[in-house]
């Protein structure tokens, strides 16, 4: 399958306050296998919450895209843990 064909960010929400995400996985990202088929996002309310929980959550793990910003109004990074959990941070500028 072309990238460009695929599902870049698809969100359902499940509640007042939580969305379920989901994304097709991109060729240079470690393809999917048992434990990699899954990503925890978090939605902070701020840049700052984002850099905290990032930092911390990433500690002993590898970061696959540091935070920073991105050309759909977010701050975003994503980081797999020092357990294999692959995980997202994001904040919506739009929130603001």
Do not use: C, R
């Not at 910003?69 to 020092?82: E, N, P, R």
């Amino acid at each position: 399958m072309d990238e460009k064909e695929g599902i870049m960010h698809v969100a359902l929400p499940i509640g007042p306050n939580s969305i379920l995400m989901g994304t097709d996985v991109l060729k240079n990202m470690e393809q999917v296998k048992l434990g990699t088929n899954m990503s925890i996002s978090i939605d902070t309310d701020s840049e700052a919450e984002a850099d905290k929980l990032f930092n911390g959550l990433a500690e002993g793990g590898s970061v696959q895209m540091p935070l920073q910003k991105m050309f759909w109004g977010a701050y975003f990074g994503m980081f797999t843990d020092k357990f294999g959990i692959q995980w997202m941070v994001n904040f919506d500028e739009n929130k603001k």
